[in-house]
């Protein structure tokens, strides 16, 4: 460890060490904004304080009040992404929107995560959701063609982000990499049994653990089984996710078990996370409570349900959106191994 390593941020043997990361972050983010301009994307600037920060399970919000000229207080959050207003947005009538900004989400910190960080996001109004996929792949080659990289490397896993992509569904995934057959543990409404999947992760010789819930048990073979095994020499599209880890995206015609959400890895590293837009407001309240139940379950607490966002739903048209870790592509484009490399002003700790 240097000196530069425990000094703060802003000393200057320190910002020298990160100058050369921080400059290609600043091509970076010219290069995706002319990409976006020159496709006729509209470069929008929701607002970060929100009645609801959104309505994930897992997702945990930085709160805070805010008080009138009556001097009343009312409670509002930081948004965890600018979903909800961009969407508002397309209800509104704009058909091509990206947003380039911070978000926040507590109880994360770690190489890959911040409190605070940016997300690049955006929306095709009347748009194929393969037609998202391809704008995500164009994207992260823009990104290593700025630098010049060749190969993404993270961990000592690499990938060659000119290559073609591997596409493969989640149920695939989980069959290959684990032995598990997932449509199996569902109706077919997409309704999860928990005990089937148990069952199969017991058969295969994966230890249970406390909470077994359906989701629980999904998320621990996803991530001890398949994510280790993506993005690997390639980037990798994983798509068609089950309808009940899906809470924003439209299910896939034909098949009620399985949803039009797909998340895109590099070198073991999640960069995008994207849908085919649910805008069913009735089903996306029911998904929104069911959400968060559990997270009162699981955490003891809920958050607001943007009512408002649901009216829009209504005005919304098919569309297809994602959201990518601006920062970690960085990473990965400059070869950093800690976001806080490529983080201007790392939040104190």
């Known amino acids: 460890m240097t000196a530069s390593d425990i000094s703060p941020w802003w000393h200057p043997e320190r910002h020298a060490d990160r100058q050369p990361a921080l400059r290609a972050r600043a091509r970076i983010d010219a290069a995706v904004r002319m990409w976006l301009a020159e496709r006729d994307f509209l470069v929008v600037d929701p607002p970060g304080l929100q009645r609801s920060p959104g309505n994930e399970t897992h997702l945990h919000a930085f709160g805070t009040t805010m008080t009138g000229n009556d001097g009343l207080g009312q409670a509002m ?41 940016t997300m690049l996001e955006w929306y095709r109004a009347n748009a194929p959701y393969e037609a998202i996929i391809a704008d995500t792949l164009a994207i992260i080659r823009l990104a ?47 309704v ?54 899906a809470a924003l995206a439209r299910r896939v015609p034909g098949d009620a078990r399985v949803s039009e959400r797909f998340e895109v890895y590099a070198s073991g590293v999640e960069l995008a996370n994207g849908f085919g837009e649910l805008t069913d407001a009735a089903e996306q309240r029911l998904r929104f409570e069911a959400e968060m139940a559990e997270k009162h379950r699981l955490y003891g607490e809920r958050y607001p349900i943007d009512e408002d966002f649901l009216a829009a739903l209504d005005f919304m048209p098919a569309a297809s959106g994602v959201a990518l870790g601006f920062d970690r592509l960085v990473m990965l484009a400059t070869g950093a191994q800690r976001i806080e490399v490529v983080l201007w002003a790392p939040v104190a700790e």
């Open 77 to 117: 959050y930081l948004h965890t992404s600018p979903e909800f207003t961009m969407k508002k947005l397309l209800a509104a009538g704009e058909t091509r929107i990206a947003s380039l900004q911070h978000v926040w989400r507590n109880r994360e910190r770690s190489a890959l995560h911040h409190p605070e960080f």
């Open 144 to 190: 290593a063609e700025v630098t010049g990289i060749d190969q993404f490397t993270f961990r000592g896993r690499r990938c060659d982000p000119h290559a073609e992509a591997e596409r493969i569904s989640v149920a695939e995934a989980f069959q290959r990499f684990a032995g598990i057959d997932l449509l199996a543990t569902m109706d077919a409404d997409g």
């Open 192 to 245: 999860p049994d928990s005990a089937a999947l148990a069952a199969q992760m017991v058969r295969t010789g994966m230890a249970l653990p406390d909470d077994q819930s359906w989701s629980y048990l999904f998320t621990q073979v996803l991530v001890e089984k398949v994510e280790p095994q993506l993005g690997n020499g390639r980037v990798t599209v994983l798509d068609r996710y089950p309808a009940c880890e």
